[in-house]
């Protein structure tokens, strides 16, 4: 870890599997999977010889099944005590858990879980194309609740793609920065509102999640936020980011003194930034797996509460739970609601 004094930089470190992140934040995973044409039942069009089925991380050929078998992705699964925020950037991602909801998302769209008591799910990448590659690139983002949150009802909200607010700026030279606000106001930008119980929807803890797009040679001031909150940027792709001053390698991570205005300037290829901020719950995290509490009788009350009731069971036929080909990007909620995303996706 290098440590800055003399600039807005307070350190920077290499990004490994997952992320390094800093409360209110887990974790941060990127995935990044260019998966081959889709067969028949929406698996990879490919041999799945030599791969370790079942717990495939190993990037083979460029793509994973992760722990899918026949579908990439991630069979029924529980969690409790914390919120998931999966930014799809490319690809599909099938929604289904045990409250009964689902969905199909991606190609820009974001879900945002709350899991609270607790809730099984599955996340499976289905590959509808058969006539050419399937490229997936997401992240899954962990943010913690409070203790007064821990055992909310599980909720999800969809931010559709076309929902959700952008704002681009173009320098001098005609470069343009485009931010994609996920959560946390921007100038005059407003996000959607975020899940009721999450973290996020008091303004005063400042959670801040924006994608940053950066064209070759753009220059961009992030603006200064609040003293004691946490603010980093993970520079993922692109051939060096200067932050403050500071050169900066892509696969690292930039803390930041939040209260500062930092000036971002991109090299010469499109560079791509995340932003993860806010103000620190500060209370003690036991965390085990999938579930993440304050202290380790909680924990062992969440594997008890799980081995009795399952968080409800799984009412779908299948554990890596994928939706029809044809179905187009949708969201059916747990009240029997449903609502669509545009019919672009595919």
């Known amino acids: 870890m290098n440590t800055m004094t003399a600039t807005a930089v307070k350190s920077i470190q290499p990004l490994g599997q997952p992320w390094f992140?800093?409360?209110?934040?887990?974790?941060?995973?990127?995935?990044?999977d260019r998966y081959p044409a889709g067969n028949g039942l929406m698996g990879p069009q490919a041999s799945l010889a030599g791969r370790n089925i079942g717990q495939d991380f190993t990037l083979k050929d460029g793509w994973r099944m992760y722990h899918g078998e026949r579908v990439p992705g991630f069979p029924a699964h529980p969690h409790r005590g914390f919120e998931?925020?999966?930014?799809?950037?490319?690809?599909?991602?099938?929604?289904?858990?045990?409250?009964?909801?689902?969905?199909?998302?991606?190609?820009?769209d974001?879900?945002?879980?709350?899991?609270?008591?607790?809730?099984?799910h599955s996340?499976?990448?289905?590959?509808?194309?058969?006539?050419?590659?399937?490229?997936?690139?997401?992240?899954?983002?962990?943010l913690n609740l409070p203790r007064a949150g821990k055992m909310v009802a599980p909720h999800f909200t969809m931010f559709w793609a076309e929902a959700i607010p952008k704002r681009v700026?173009?320098?001098?030279?005609g470069c343009r920065v485009m931010v994609e606000v996920i959560a946390g106001a921007l100038d005059d930008v407003r996000p959607l509102a975020p899940p009721p119980d999450s973290w996020a929807v008091d303004p005063n803890n400042h959670v801040a999640i924006w994608t940053i797009r950066m064209a070759p040679d753009a220059s961009w001031?992030?603006?200064?936020?609040?003293?004691?909150?946490?603010?980093?940027?993970?520079?993922?792709?692109g051939s060096m980011l200067t932050v403050d001053g500071v050169e900066v390698a892509p696969m690292h991570g930039v803390e930041l003194h939040p209260d500062r205005e930092v000036v971002l300037a991109n090299g010469d290829q499109e560079g791509r930034v995340l932003l993860l901020q806010g103000r620190p719950i500060n209370e003690p995290v036991a965390h085990y797996g999938p579930f993440v509490m304050n202290t380790r009788a909680e924990l062992q009350q969440a594997f008890v509460d799980y081995q009795q009731n399952a968080f409800g069971g799984w009412p779908w036929p299948a554990q890596d739970q994928i939706h029809p080909r044809e179905r187009r990007r949708f969201a059916r909620h747990a009240d029997g609601r449903e609502e669509t995303g545009s019919d672009l996706d595919n």
């Not at 974001?110 to 099984?120: A, I, M």
């Not at 001031?221 to 792709?237: C, D, E, K």
């Open 123 to 142: 996340e499976m990448f289905p590959l509808l194309n058969s006539d050419g590659d399937n490229p997936l690139e997401l992240f899954q983002i962990w």
């Open 84 to 108: 998931t925020v999966t930014v799809v950037e490319q690809g599909l991602v099938d929604h289904a858990d045990s409250m009964g909801a689902a969905g199909r998302y991606g190609n820009g």
């Open 169 to 173: 700026y173009t320098n001098r030279d």
């Open 21 to 32: 992140t800093s409360d209110p934040f887990l974790f941060c995973m990127y995935h990044c």
């Open 221 to 237: 001031s992030l603006p200064a936020a609040v003293h004691g909150i946490h603010r980093t940027l993970y520079y993922y792709q």
């Open 110 to 120: 974001t879900q945002w879980l709350t899991t609270g008591k607790g809730v099984q």
